[in-house]
């Protein structure tokens, strides 16, 4: 029985997320031969080309993403087959008109948004009156999801009035990665883990996601952002959901969202009166990382405010006033231009009650679950050092299980991959709900209102370092220090 056809609609497909991650995504899909049989690339631009043209500036980029184990002359022209080029004004309602004679009326049109989504309302306008929308059309959008809650309200309930909540898939592409898919694995299906994911046996949690990358060419848009917006809300709320709700009755996208939900609602809110101890600000200054001077923020090229104090990393004490979490502190932080691309959770358990190895100090017990590099979980744990001499002498040992090494494939599909999957599957249960997202700008809104009333101001470090020195100091007031 041969698939349902299927549009897929790219608006942006000339912009960076496109050639970097969208239609290298779908060209690997292509390479494993996941993609449906009746799958048709639409790309949208505004740029007056053709498809051969624009195939032609894709190529380069592409090779290069899939590399020579993957990239073929045979698989590019089987792809390239798939593609379309229709070149529309996203704010001219009449060029719709040539996307509606594009598309199939018989197939799925999916539209992907790769846009600002200050463009969301306009084009969802544009599609309707051009009779491009049907009962069976979905919409992929990109985040950020509004620039604040009431921002991000107002973007779902327009696009909303076009699409169904079943039919809308927002992306944060963390939940796509194969790490993230393993931390459900491991907590719901592991019962050792189970039972002792909670506050009897967790001291604290860690989430680091560490970007080497600085903001060169996008200041003007970071600058009215900030590293909080441009990551915590997404991101890094998303790794603190699926690490701390309870496990959902099925593993279908309504249930998983419910508890997510859950989560976010139980964040203690960081006010006037708590957020000088709960939360470091920083900004970057020049530097130098392998070997390669790095400029400073203030210094960009197109820096045009000299004056900003827009945070480049934060680092934030967090708590979750449930049963589960009571008392347990999760520590997050983020940053740009640091000293190592890492993401990575770090379960911290509690010492034993009495240590009867009087020879060796009472270390707790790590699990680290590393999204990248080398995605994997490592548990850091203590046992007797090998000999007969060493009597009951106790070493460090990691148990290391490395994804790649481990599942005898190639390559880590990138989280692209899967989602675009979902999407043609329509599967939700690895995309943000409404509320999840309502939710979270709310929290992030309340803690960014309460650093601007007390005048929070960032904390320099030299690029290519961890952070700022006073994110050490937020989590060593409390004996504990970042795990490096």
């Given amino acids: 029985m041969q698939s349902k056809p299927i549009d897929l609609v790219l608006f942006g497909a000339g912009g960076d997320l496109a050639r970097r991650k969208l239609l290298p995504a779908l060209m690997h899909l292509e390479f494993d031969e996941l993609l449906p049989e009746k799958l048709r690339i639409l790309a949208l631009s505004r740029e007056e080309t053709n498809v051969e043209n624009f195939m032609a500036g894709q190529k380069a980029t ?34 719709y008109e040539v996307l509606h004679q594009e598309l199939d009326s018989a197939s799925t049109s999916v539209f992907y948004f790769a846009t600002p989504p200050s463009l969301f309302q306009g084009i969802c306008e544009n599609l309707s009156a051009a009779r491009c929308l049907s009962q069976n059309s979905r919409v992929v959008l990109e985040k950020p999801i509004g620039r604040n809650f009431d921002n991000c309200k107002e973007v779902n309930q327009t696009v909303g009035e076009f699409f169904d909540e079943e039919r809308i898939y927002r992306i944060d592409h963390y939940l796509g990665k194969e790490t993230v898919q393993n931390l459900l694995a491991l907590r719901f299906a592991n019962r050792f883990i189970n ?25 003007s ?24 709700m309870e496990p959902p009755n099925t593993m279908t996208a309504a249930d998983i969202r419910d508890e997510k939900v859950k989560v976010v609602r139980a964040l203690r809110v960081i006010d006037e009166t708590s957020v000088a101890d709960h939360v470091v600000r920083g900004q970057y200054t020049s530097g130098w990382y392998q070997a390669e001077e790095l400029t400073g923020y203030l210094e960009l090229e197109d820096a045009d405010n000299p004056q900003s104090d827009t945070e480049t990393f934060v680092a934030v004490k967090a708590f979750i006033d449930n049963w589960r979490w009571a008392g347990v502190p999760f520590y997050v932080r983020t940053g740009k231009r640091m000293g190592e691309k890492v993401t990575e959770i770090v379960i911290t358990y509690k010492t034993l009650a009495h240590n009867i190895f009087a020879s060796h100090e009472n270390a707790p017990n790590r699990l680290v679950i590393r999204l990248q590099p080398n995605e994997g979980i490592e548990m850091h744990m203590l046992s007797k050092q090998h000999g007969i001499e060493a009597g009951t002498a106790l070493t460090p040992q990691t148990l290391d299980l ?36 309502e ?33 050490d100091l937020l989590i060593g007031r409390d004996g504990r220090s970042w795990h490096e």
């Avoid at 848009?221 to 915590?232: A, I, P």
Wanted: a negative charge; one cysteine or more.
């Fill in 62 to 95: 592409l090779q290069a993403y899939l590399g020579e184990q993957r990239w073929s002359k045979a698989l590019w022209e089987i792809f390239c087959q798939r593609v379309h080029y229709v070149r529309v004004e996203f704010t001219e309602v009449d060029q």
């Fill in 195 to 219: 039972a002792q994911w909670d506050n009897t046996c967790i001291d604290h949690v860690q989430i680091t996601v560490a970007e080497t990358v600085g903001i060169d060419g996008r200041f």
């Fill in 221 to 244: 848009y970071y600058d009215q952002v900030g590293q909080l917006r441009d990551m915590l809300q997404n991101h890094l709320m998303q790794l603190l959901c699926l690490v701390a």
């Fill in 402 to 437: 490395n994804f790649l090494s481990a599942s005898g494939i190639d390559r880590i599909p990138d989280a692209y991959e899967r989602l675009f999957l979902d999407v043609f599957r329509a599967d939700q249960s690895l995309f943000v709900g409404r509320e999840e997202v």
């Fill in 439 to 471: 939710q979270s700008w709310l929290w992030c809104d309340r803690l960014i209102s309460a650093w601007e009333h007390n005048r929070l101001k960032v904390k320099p470090y030299a690029a290519g370092t961890k952070g700022p020195a006073q994110s």
